[in-house]
Structure formats: C-alpha cells, structure tokens
T-cell receptor
Framework: DAGVIQSPRHEVTEMGQEVTLRCKPI?????LFWYRQTMMRGLELLIYFNNNVPIDDSGMPEDRFSAKMPNASFSTLKIQPSEPRDSAVYFCASSLQLAGPDLTGELFFGEGSRLTVL | RKEVEQDPGPFNVPEGATVAFNCTYSNSASQSFFWYRQDCRKEPKLLMS???SGNEDGRFTAQLNRASQYISLLIRDSKLSDSATYLCGGYQKVTFGTGTKLQVIP
C-alpha cells in the first residue's frame, strides 16, 4: 500500500515567489498534519486537519502561509510570498486517529519537500 | 517555552554501550507520548509509544515519569545501526522535541 506522497521533493525558488507543496495522505486516514523542520527549531507542527477540517493552525507562522484540504486525498501548503527564512524541509503526515489511552495514533510521514528560497 | 524539550546531543557512544535520553514536557495534562527515529535526510518513523509507566521492545525501553514530567528512552547493547536522531513528543498536540542525535562508534 502506498504511503504518504509529497511533491515536489525539492524546490528552489527566489524570494517573493509563490510556493505550493502537495500531499496525498494514506487512504482511510482521517488526520493530516503539516510540519516544518529546520536545524534551529526542529520539527514544528504547522497545522493539522481532521476529516478535511482544519483543527489547529496555531503553528502557522504568519499570513504568508496557508493550507487547504479540499478532499480526503489531497492537501496543499502554500507560501506567498516566500522568504529565505522559509527554507526548510516540509513534512506531511497522516494518521488513522489521534492517540488516547489505548490507541497508538502512529503518524506516517511522507519523504518531505526540501524548500530553498534564495 | 516549547511543549517538549530534549538535549540535542550529540551522544557519541561505543558499540555495545547503554545510552539513555530524557525528554521533558510542560503540559501536565498530557497522557501519552512517543519516540520517533529519524535517519539522516529521511522522514521520522515511530519507534515506541509510551503510556502509563512505560513500554519495552527488545533493546529499547521507554519510561514515563509523570511526577517529574519527563519521558526517557533507554537503548541497551547499542548497534551501529542505532545511529540516528531520536525525537520525543506528546500526543496532546502531536508536537515534537528538537531531537537527540546518537552516534554509535565502532
């Protein structure tokens, strides 16, 4: 069975350009997460969805970032305009459920999109 | 303050050694936690979930100390293949620490 699929794997763009990252979660997973990873700040949760509805977007850095999930099999993270400090690896992850006392809630990550903004 | 904090390391240990990492959390309401392993330039993958007092899987033991609000990961008989970054986190907001880098040396 296919895992979480992200595209593009690598993107190099110039400051001010719009960047769109895409994610296809594992079929049947109700939760989708977007993370950003840098050496300085580690793995930061940006936003997560449950059944296509954004639940917590408190990690979205600023208005330049937006995320959508138009259906259960597709999500986008958009940065407009991009800045050099947005350079990072962006991971999408999906899970069947959130963990409770007896649940695992394992997150399955995609391979990431490595963004470089010049 | 980050919800989860961990020592970034690196921890350099010889093969066969026992090594332990700690991870502190700030939200006392958090009920369950996890450890993920991330190889260089790869995505994180679940190593262990931690509920109640702890969990053991082969050479790996994860423990939860609610009184002091930390979780630990113990790796016994370290292998070269254990070299990776270990990320802890909590399911309360599915957030991660910055990761602890482990390098096992021959």
């Amino acid at each position: 069975d296919a895992g979480v699929i992200q595209s593009p794997r690598h993107e190099v763009t110039e400051m001010g350009q719009e960047v769109t990252l895409r994610c296809k979660p594992i079929s049947g997973h109700d939760y989708l997460f977007w993370y950003r990873q840098t050496m300085m700040r580690g793995l930061e949760l940006l936003i997560y969805f449950n059944n296509n509805v954004p639940i917590d977007d408190s990690g979205m850095p600023e208005d330049r970032f937006s995320a959508k999930m138009p259906n259960a099999s597709f999500s986008t993270l958009k940065i407009q305009p991009s800045e050099p400090r947005d350079s990072a690896v962006y991971f999408c992850a999906s899970s069947l459920q959130l963990a409770g006392p007896d649940l695992t809630g394992e997150l399955f990550f995609g391979e990431g999109s490595r963004l470089t903004v010049l | 303050r980050k919800e989860v904090e961990q020592d970034p390391g690196p921890f350099n240990v010889p093969e066969g050694a026992t090594v332990a990492f700690n991870c502190t959390y700030s939200n006392s309401a958090s009920q369950s936690f996890f450890w993920y392993r991330q190889d260089c330039r790869k995505e994180p993958k679940l190593l262990m979930s931690v509920y109640s007092s702890g969990n053991e899987d082969g050479r790996f033991t994860a423990q939860l100390n609610r009184a002091s609000q930390y979780i630990s990961l113990l790796i016994r008989d370290s292998k070269l293949s254990d070299s990776a970054t270990y990320l802890c986190g909590g399911y309360q907001k599915v957030t991660f620490g910055t990761g602890t880098k482990l390098q096992v040396i021959p």
